[in-house]
């Protein structure tokens, strides 16, 4: 205890004698602290929200179109337009484990119509399920289609929160009528509003939806826009598609390696590709701050170097009463320590102010918001730790190694 109070005050007294050094060396690290927990917590951030973004059409939900073949097949050829029908998403379900929800879509564009506000959108017949699947969540106040509209084929509808501002403007939407066509619908909810930043129609918000045996019936459709689903297990989305279209090749005929006969947009395989993406931008990130508190490090350094050539005598003194080596090495290794905590405690304080003080700013829908979390002060404290380490070596390994007599001479 004794030891480490003295070394404190010798550190105090080298603090005081040189001022201005102090406070340049500290400033670095200071600076070099900010910056790093700083960048990183803007790529948390910006991960974060492009994984909402991303999510806002579903979690690991993939989307199969039909298309057309490419490839012979006994005795078909190449060209030959595909087309899916409701039984198909009960015949996947029925056959492939590895499907957890699933559900057919139509779509259609038609006219929307309340008194004289009037446009033209996209109108999906979809089933209960769809809800979970795409994330359309209804507003407080209203619901989404339920198994018993579907069965009486009732003409009820969810719309998006935009399209309600158009055609509704900001009067209550819930329990009044919309045309579809010249088809009246009642509103029984409105999407709540999500971040979306990609679609296979048009955004959510500007779609309205309705039960997809009503769809049927008021356009006289009989073939499917499209199946979503979503794998039981992520990790087996591969192989799910490839019996996909093994139950569908048998049905209708195609090779099931050709994959133009039926397209399958999986957005989980942009999850993995923001894994890595996001991993190496953390990186740079972090390379960046490292740089900047790399720099810091050298004139840490410096100061020491300077400080064992103004303790000269004192480290003879030391030595010659008989202080081990590793003594000196642990005075110098603390001192440069003390300035490295001190300059990065500073810094720490000073970029949580920073990162709270953006929470404020309206960023949040570009880029994200920064995030300060346990990854981001584990990697700051490793590479001050690391710079630490190189700082104090090298000088205390000097003073260590110091001759007596020339110390005492």
């Not at 590895?98 to 006219?111: K, L, N, P, R, V």
């Not at 490793?382 to 005492?408: D, K, M, S, T, Y």
Request: glycine share 10%; hydrophobic share 50%; charged share 20%.
């Amino acid at each position: 205890m004794d030891a480490i109070r003295t070394t404190l005050s010798e550190f105090i007294r080298d603090l005081k004698a040189q001022k201005l050094r102090t406070f340049l060396t500290v400033f670095g690290i200071i600076w070099g602290t900010v910056a790093i927990i700083v960048l990183l917590a803007f790529g948390m951030g910006f991960k974060r929200q492009l994984a909402i973004s991303m999510h806002g059409m579903g979690d690991h939900v993939a989307v199969m179109f039909p298309g057309r073949t490419s490839k012979a097949f006994e005795g078909f050829g190449i060209g030959r337009p595909m087309s899916f029908i409701e039984d198909d998403a009960q015949l996947l379900k029925a056959q492939i484990k590895d499907i957890g929800m699933i559900s057919a879509e139509y779509a259609a564009t038609a006219a929307i119509r309340v008194g004289d506000n009037i446009t033209n959108t996209s109108v999906g017949g979809v089933y209960p399920i769809y809800s979970e699947m795409r994330n359309v969540i209804p507003a407080a106040g209203g619901r989404f289609i339920n198994d018993l509209d579907m069965r009486e084929r009732r003409r009820v509808a969810l719309i998006g929160n935009e399209l309600k501002k158009l055609v509704f403007g900001e009067s209550e939407a819930v329990g009044r009528t919309v045309y579809v066509g010249q088809v009246p619908f009642l509103v029984v909810g409105v999407m709540e509003k999500k971040i979306q930043n990609s679609s296979y129609n048009r955004r959510d918000q500007d779609r309205i939806f309705i039960p997809a045996s009503t769809f049927a019936s008021v356009f006289g459709a009989t073939h499917l826009r499209n199946i979503i689903f979503t794998p039981a297990d992520p990790r087996r989305a591969e192989e799910t598609k490839v019996e996909i279209r093994e139950v569908l090749g048998r049905r209708y005929k195609f090779d099931p390696t050709d994959t133009d006969a039926v397209f399958i947009w999986d957005t989980g395989e942009f999850d993995k590709f923001m894994f890595y993406f996001f991993l190496a931008f953390n990186i740079f990130m972090g390379l960046i701050g490292s740089f900047t508190l790399g720099v810091a490090g050298i004139g840490v350094a410096n100061i020491m170097y300077i400080v064992v050539q103004e303790r000269i005598k004192e480290i003879g003194v030391k030595r010659a009463v008989g202080a081990p080596r590793r003594a000196i090495m642990g005075q110098f290794f603390t001192e440069t320590f003390f300035i490295i905590f001190l300059g990065s405690s500073i810094g720490t304080v000073l970029a949580v102010l920073i990162t709270q003080a953006l929470q404020y700013v309206p960023i949040k829908e570009a880029v994200g918001t920064p995030e300060i979390s346990w990854v981001v002060m584990a990697v700051t404290a490793v590479v001050l730790a690391v710079i630490g380490l190189f700082a104090g070596l090298f000088p205390a390994r000097r003073a260590a190694n110091l001759n007596v007599v020339e110390c005492l001479r």
